[in-house]
């Protein structure tokens, strides 16, 4: 094995993509460089040095970063390093020679694109492209290129190589990442928003487990370099994930009063070495990183282990038959019809934003890749009429209703805890049996919208009674090493039974709460309300209702989808306590409609909806195009379909 004479800083292992040098291609080809550029100390790119321990190394380029100018270098057929411009300048001037004529690497590195991997563009109009990793298609080169505009995440997309890199020969070309390969790895925010595919609180869940994962697979690429702690820009990517999952918390803890989370309990905490890690539930891998990334990672962790990396193969091997699949379609990769690209147009066709629509599609396409039946589990779980959002009390008792369960607050010491419920209209009254232990308790709701309780209710709970104290450490995945500085105290709840007793008189509709002094904060509360769809406070509606005629009303907590025949459209709704039954007005634009909900929990109306939707018919100027999609359907009685 060849001693590498310059002692590393950081290995960066090429993945699969990287046929030839022109995956870390040298920054100076933007501007037509020749084979060889000298500088005043002598030091020479893409020219082939001859040292004394046998190797021949090629230098790369040289890039200002927080720590000083840091070059990077390889020696023929192992990895790419990096050190200060200093060392690598005295080992190759006073224990290399150069060689006559270029290098093999070299060579291929000038006859490729231009292309930089893993380097973002800025472009005009706040667009920022990074191509992330490239391959063959259907006998075409194609790139994965991520999209941002603005600082924000829009998409990853596939583009022809030559495309892409005549496009961004408009473009600036910004620093490199150190180490390279983080330049897959997704903003904060970003994560968050692609992680925004269900319920508010699955959504949190999914991103405080997709933040965690994408920490961990940091960790492991970082230990593996064998280097002391973490590059400057590895640190504050962490950082930036670890402040975004305790504000994700805390804005959840305002939109969510009474919901427990925590990333020990998240059901997506992941071991790294468990195969599930990157694909179950949320999928990481497929959302943010590259399939070479993937591999490396796997590599790392399984070693091998034959079952580890006959279950990750598999899953990759699935992965890439579904998409040479979709690719071959009319032969280009942008002609789709697989059940994630439909999701996604019809999310949009919706109103629904980039960051919603973009992780519909992806959750749409893992779960075909895995076999499940999305549509099945599109179908809500309940339907009819249901409750929504916080009230409180004059005595700092609190409730706060789901469209499944009631949470209770503020009683007595008992931890927050939620309980079923179920609704019954009479004769001018709509009552609300709230299934707590020991007994259940009614609260009915009057003409202001005010919540009427029995007085005084035992309720059964659990309270704290102490914490569970340990030591947690960070390991290195190479020696199994702790890393120094990680050490941090976990306490976890000891819980007991309790029974409270408290007043459940009037409740009110929560006011909004006061804006937080943080205003990453109030961003973030935003940001979450409107891609959660929390709806407002008061009764609502949630089942699918379809009719013979074509007609089928999908309701949220936020709005009613309507699809009549190939048009559909979503919009606001309103429920209404009316003296003798449930009003459903569907606010649809210029033809509003009204149906009643019956006894037999079927929605009855007359006439027709005019339903006037959009359909996607393509792209122009880097934006999708629309064409109008009306129909008309006759109302009459349209039945609920229940989940299993």
């Not at 100076?28 to 893409?46: I, V």
């Not at 667009?127 to 941002?148: I, M, R, S």
């Not at 890199?165 to 997704?186: M, R, S």
């Not at 990672?297 to 279950?311: E, K, L």
Request: glycine letters at 10%.
């Amino acid at each position: 094995m060849k001693t590498n004479l310059i002692p590393a800083l950081v290995v960066v292992t090429l993945g699969a993509r990287a046929s030839s040098l022109a995956s870390i291609i040298m920054l100076c080809f933007l501007f037509a460089c020749a084979g060889s550029l000298r500088a005043q100390d002598g030091l020479q790119f893409n020219v082939p040095y001859a040292c004394n321990d046998g190797a021949t190394y090629v230098v790369h380029k040289c890039v200002t970063g927080p720590k000083g100018e840091m070059c990077f270098y390889q020696a023929e057929g192992e990895s790419e390093r990096f050190n200060t411009r200093a060392a690598v300048v005295s080992q190759m001037t006073k224990m290399c020679k150069v060689k006559s004529g270029p290098s093999p690497a070299a060579a291929a590195a000038q006859s490729s694109s231009d292309l930089q991997l893993n380097t973002p563009y800025q472009c005009a109009g706040e667009l920022t492209l990074t191509a992330v990793q490239c391959q063959k298609q259907n006998g075409q080169d194609y790139c994965l290129v991520k999209v941002e505009q603005g600082g924000k995440f829009l998409m990853e997309v596939p583009k022809p190589q030559a495309e892409i890199a005549t496009q961004l020969k408009a473009c600036k070309a910004g620093t490199t990442f150190i180490p390279p390969y983080l330049a897959e790895f997704p903003k904060a925010s970003d994560v968050v928003q692609a992680m925004v595919t269900g319920t508010p609180k699955d959504n949190v869940t999914r991103a405080m487990g997709a933040l965690y994962q994408l920490t961990e697979i940091i960790n492991v690429l970082s230990a593996q370099r064998g280097t002391s702690g973490y590059s400057p820009d590895e640190k504050k990517l962490l950082d930036n994930y670890s402040k975004m999952q305790s504000d994700v918390v805390q804005a959840a803890a305002k939109i969510l009063p009474g919901q427990q989370f925590n990333v020990a309990t998240n059901p997506y905490h992941f071991s790294r070495s468990d195969p599930k890690f990157g694909f179950e539930g949320i999928p990481v891998w497929t959302t943010f990183l590259s399939p070479s990334l993937q591999a490396r990672f796997a590599q790392i962790v399984g070693g091998n282990d034959p079952h580890y990396i006959a279950s990750v193969e598999q899953q990759k091997r699935t992965a890439m038959q579904q998409l040479q699949a979709n690719a071959g379609q009319g032969g280009s990769p942008f002609i789709r019809n697989d059940p994630g690209t439909l999701a996604a147009r019809r999310c949009v066709e919706l109103g629904g934003s980039d960051a919603e629509c973009i992780g519909k599609g992806l959750w749409g396409g893992l779960m075909d890749l895995a076999g499940v039946n999305t549509e099945a589990m599109s179908v809500p779980s309940t339907h009819g009429v249901v409750m929504n959002g916080p009230y409180t009390s004059g005595s700092g008792l609190g409730i706060s209703f789901g469209p499944e369960n009631v949470a209770v607050t503020g009683c007595g010491k008992l931890v927050p805890n939620s309980h079923s419920y179920t609704i019954t209209k009479k004769q001018n009254q709509l009552l609300i049996n709230v299934k707590s232990e020991p007994s259940s308790f009614v609260l009915s709701m009057g003409n202001d919208g005010k919540l009427s309780g029995p007085g005084p209710a035992d309720i059964t709970g659990q309270i704290i009674t102490g914490y569970r104290s340990y030591t947690e450490y960070k390991r290195r995945v190479s020696d199994n090493t702790i890393v120094p500085g990680s050490e941090h105290l976990v306490q976890v709840p000891i819980y007991a039974p309790k029974t409270e007793r408290c007043a459940i008189g009037t409740f009110a509709q929560a006011p909004a709460p006061p804006p937080d002094k943080s205003e990453l904060i109030n961003g973030l509360t935003a940001s979450l309300n409107s891609m959660m769809h929390t709806g407002p406070t008061g009764l609502r509606m949630t089942g699918r209702y379809t009719n013979q005629g074509g007609l089928a009303l999908e309701f949220a907590e936020d709005a009613v989808t309507i699809d009549c025949g190939a048009a559909h459209v979503k919009q606001a709704y309103i429920v209404e306590n009316a003296a003798t039954q449930i009003m459903i007005t569907v606010k649809n634009g210029s033809s509003p409609f009204t149906v009643a909900l019956q006894p037999n929990g079927a929605l009855s109306g007359s006439g027709s909806a005019d339903v006037a939707g959009r359909v996607v018919t393509g792209s122009s100027a880097d934006a999708l195009t629309y064409a109008p999609r009306n129909a008309r359907c006759t109302i009459g009685i349209l039945t609920s379909k229940a989940g299993n």
